[in-house]
């Protein structure tokens, strides 16, 4: 079911702007008066994320994709307490499914994107990320994410360019400020980074190892943990 048939009440999403990655602001429509069962055990399902009871939730997730399993929702948001924690390769396969059913989805791009880099394949995780903004060119989650998955590629005049489009969508945003003057320091040791063919919601991930060993062991700085849904009392989120 697509969140803009319900008539629902919108469950707003965490987003933090301290960190190296950012998640799109995603939100999950709830509805308000005799909801249908799906609805209410995917509700249930993100309540119980929220509150950091990830196995019941997971239990709850399950009983909803058996319920409804044409519900991009239920997939994406499955995917999202997955990466919560910390089985990042389980949330790709999750995310997977909902793109799938929703193909145009820049937050799903962009979420397998940034899980991917979780888990060292950085190359792969920016072609990823770099296809959700080019679905949503005003993303500006996608955009900032691309340049820091870039900026760990050492590709630094590519990475400028991401956190460029990304300032311009939000000018007055002081960690992006900080990032586009980091990497535009660094512009003269830049190394090309090729993304080769777009990725699909029906792509072979690609690995290559010379690219992953080449961003370093470890991302530098804290990711922001995958968001999880908020309470229904919560207000919804305002970024792009």
Known sequence: MKLNTLNAAILAISLSLSSNYLYGSASLAATKAAPKKDNAILAEANRLSYRKQFNPAIE????AVASDPKNPDVYHFYGRTLATMGMEA???????KA???TPNNAEL???IG???VVNEDIAEGARYIKRAVEVNPKYIAGWNNLGAALQKLGDYKAA?????????LQPTNPVIQKRYQTVTEKAGQTKHFEFGAAVTP???PRVSPSENTSAGASPTGTLVP?????TPEASAATTQ
């Open 226 to 230: 995958p968001i999880t849904p908020a």
């Open 160 to 168: 400028r360019e991401a956190f460029l489009k990304s300032l311009k």
């Open 90 to 96: 389980e949330a790709v396969a999750e995310y997977k």
């Open 60 to 63: 709850k997730y399950k009983q």
């Open 109 to 111: 791009y962009n979420d």
């Open 202 to 204: 029906f792509s072979t």
């Open 99 to 101: 793109l799938k059913l």
């Open 114 to 116: 940034v899980s991917l």
